[in-house]
């Protein structure tokens, strides 16, 4: 009878281990599909800021080529110059240029380039667009976009705008 016993208390022991690695098995399934779970919520998440972070740079594209549509007709560079500098630093904004059909910088947030003329492969795509359009990131980690300068139905210059990707400073 003891020994009757034993065996059943062996194999009771051997079902309640063989069961504590079934539930650690299923509790480590459990969790690597909460952990992808979440790994997915977070890239969703990061796709969705980006989106966002490129809709903003094309709506603020748009604005800056409306907003300097005037002055640039009439050639008033320091204007010109003026409203791209009030606008740096807002809405991850971190550079601007100007350029003629020619590809020539009109204005630049960035007094090296003024006067400049660039007839490298980005300018040329910038000077393409036809609408606020994301160009890609740029070697730096920013995000470039270009949008037409439209004055009386005629396109007179192209901006050229530089945006932050990651966290603004000082946020």
């Given at each position: 009878?003891?020994?009757?016993?034993?065996?059943?208390?062996?194999?009771?022991?051997?079902?309640?281990?063989?069961?504590?690695?079934?539930l650690?098995?299923?509790?480590?399934?459990?969790?690597?599909?909460?952990?992808?779970?979440?790994?997915?919520?977070?890239?969703?998440?990061r796709?969705?800021?980006?989106?966002?972070?490129?809709?903003?740079?094309?709506?603020?594209?748009?604005?800056?080529?409306?907003?300097?549509?005037?002055?640039?007709?009439?050639?008033?560079?320091?204007?010109?110059?003026?409203?791209?500098?009030?606008?740096?630093g807002?809405?991850?904004?971190?550079?601007?240029?100007?350029?003629?059909?020619?590809?020539?910088v009109?204005?630049?947030?960035?007094?090296?380039?003024?006067?400049?003329?660039?007839?490298?492969?980005?300018?040329?795509?910038?000077?393409?667009?036809?609408?606020?359009?994301?160009?890609?990131?740029?070697?730096?980690?920013?995000?470039?976009?270009?949008?037409?300068?439209?004055?009386?139905?005629?396109?007179?210059?192209?901006?050229?705008?530089?945006?932050?990707?990651?966290?603004?400073?000082?946020?």
């Amino acid at each position: 009878m003891q020994r009757f016993l034993a065996i059943v208390l062996v194999l009771v022991l051997a079902a309640a281990g063989v069961g504590y690695l079934l539930l650690q098995r299923q509790h480590a399934a459990a969790l690597d599909a909460a952990q992808t779970a979440s790994s997915g919520a977070v890239d969703e998440a990061r796709a969705q800021a980006a989106a966002a972070i490129e809709q903003l740079a094309r709506d603020t594209t748009r604005v800056l080529a409306l907003a300097i549509a005037d002055p640039v007709g009439r050639g008033d560079t320091p204007a010109v110059n003026g409203l791209l500098a009030d606008a740096v630093g807002g809405d991850r904004l971190v550079g601007v240029m100007v350029l003629d059909p020619s590809g020539e910088v009109l204005s630049s947030t960035d007094l090296r380039w003024r006067g400049r003329r660039l007839d490298d492969a980005d300018a040329l795509k910038a000077m393409a667009v036809r609408e606020p359009t994301v160009l890609g990131p740029t070697a730096g980690g920013e995000l470039e976009v270009a949008a037409p300068v439209v004055v009386s139905g005629v396109r007179v210059a192209t901006v050229r705008a530089t945006f932050q990707l990651g966290e603004p400073a000082g946020g």
